[in-house]
């Protein structure tokens, strides 16, 4: 079955500690993207990716990091940067970008900081 | 977000009724406008979407509506189960480039 995978399911980072959110899509879409999920809130965005080796900074990149060196890949590295970065994160992907096309998401990875 | 407003942020509805909720949003270019379910530890899914060519769609128990002079989209479940409570998310394109999620709103569905 096609979908996005999402890894791992919880992940708990210690202060000052870098941790990278793994995301895999075998849908062959060309758009992926990362937001962030905080209760009571819409999603917001992260990052975003267009075609491999590209990617656009979203409404909350500050403390992120992004690669997109396959196109069925898509990891997120949450940085020491990000003040407070517990949160539930979910990927997403698309057939392309732009506002033309619904997501596929992944099943989220909740990070939580200790 | 700003962009796209979502009411209710809350809904209780017995079982067999109907649950309606609104987005507007402030792009007047926005041609495409879906809908996200999300269970609890779970994903959104799409459920149903639109596009501003038409003015309602609808799937089974579900239908979409859109009203695109007032700037307002609308999601409507009829004869609710217990299997529709649920978070749901609108969507609304911002500039053509990405989209804007509601604040989502939570169903409960009472048996």
């Known amino acids: 079955d096609g979908g996005i995978t999402q890894s791992p399911k919880y992940l708990f980072r210690k202060e000052g500690q870098n941790v990278t959110l793994s995301c895999e899509q075998n849908?062959?879409?060309?758009?992926m993207y990362w937001y962030r999920q905080d209760p009571g809130q819409g999603l917001r965005l992260i990052y975003y990716s267009q075609i491999v080796n590209d990617f656009q900074k979203g409404d909350i990149a500050e403390g992120y990091s992004v690669s997109r060196e396959k196109k069925e890949s898509f990891p997120l590295t949450v940085t020491s940067a990000q003040k407070n970065p517990t949160a539930f994160y979910l990927c997403?992907?698309?057939?392309?970008?732009?506002?033309?096309?619904?997501?596929?998401f992944g099943s989220g990875t909740r990070l939580t900081v200790v | 977000g700003e962009n796209v407003e979502q009411h209710p942020s809350t809904l209780s509805v017995q079982e067999g009724d109907s649950a309606v909720i609104k987005c507007t949003y402030s792009?007047?270019?926005?041609?495409?406008f879906p809908w996200y379910k999300q269970e609890l530890g779970k994903g959104p899914q799409l459920i149903i979407d639109?596009?501003?060519?038409?003015g309602e769609k609808k799937d089974q128990r579900i239908a979409v509506t859109l009203n695109k002079t007032a700037k307002h989209f609308s999601l409507h479940i009829t004869e609710t189960q217990p299997e529709d409570s649920a978070v749901y998310f609108c969507?609304?394109?911002?500039?053509?480039?990405?989209?804007?999620f509601g604040t989502g709103t939570s169903l409960t569905v009472i048996p």
């Open positions: 792009d007047s270019a926005s041609n495409y």
């Open positions: 969507a609304a394109p911002l500039n053509g480039n990405q989209f804007y």
């Open positions: 849908l062959n879409h060309d758009a």
């Open positions: 997403a992907s698309s057939i392309a970008t732009g506002a033309d096309y619904g997501y596929t």
């Open positions: 639109i596009r501003s060519n038409v």
